[in-house]
């Protein structure tokens, strides 16, 4: 089992730049497949990005290909989401996620998340 807690997230002006981490608890961080998703209010829960257990593969949500970034550092048990470019329509809670196990980087790209963390609000204001 892994256990995720989410740091970073806060205010900021439409085009600007935040850094989420995502720390996991545990010796087994490299085995897991991670993604970011996120939440906003009267919207549905959209998977913005994930990142093969080895960090060869990446996903990005269309909504934020070209300004977000996921990078791990298996050495440190942390996975990181850089965001640039913010937009107003990124307001949102950012939840990481963990999947391990057979498929474990495909189930995150559809939302099918094995572990998640209680999140970190991003505001972007306009």
């Known amino acids: 089992q892994v256990q995720l807690v989410e740091s970073g997230g806060g205010l900021v002006q439409a085009g600007g730049s935040l850094r989420l981490s995502c720390a996991a608890s545990?010796?087994?961080?490299?085995?897991?497949?991670m993604g970011w998703f996120r939440q906003a209010p009267g919207k549905e829960r959209e998977v913005v990005a994930a990142?093969?257990?080895?960090?060869?593969?990446?996903y990005y949500a269309d909504s934020v290909k070209g300004r977000f970034t996921i990078s791990r550092d298996n050495a440190k048990n942390t996975m990181y989401l850089q965001m640039n470019s913010l937009k107003p329509e990124d307001t949102a809670v950012y939840y990481c996620?963990?999947?391990?196990?057979?498929?474990?980087?495909?189930?995150?790209?559809?939302?099918?998340?094995?572990?998640w963390g209680q999140g970190t609000q991003v505001t972007v204001s306009s």
């Open positions: 990142i093969s257990w080895s960090g060869v593969s990446t």
């Open positions: 545990g010796r087994t961080f490299s085995s897991y497949s």
């Open positions: 996620a963990a999947n391990l196990g057979s498929s474990s980087f495909s189930r995150l790209r559809v939302g099918k998340f094995d572990y």
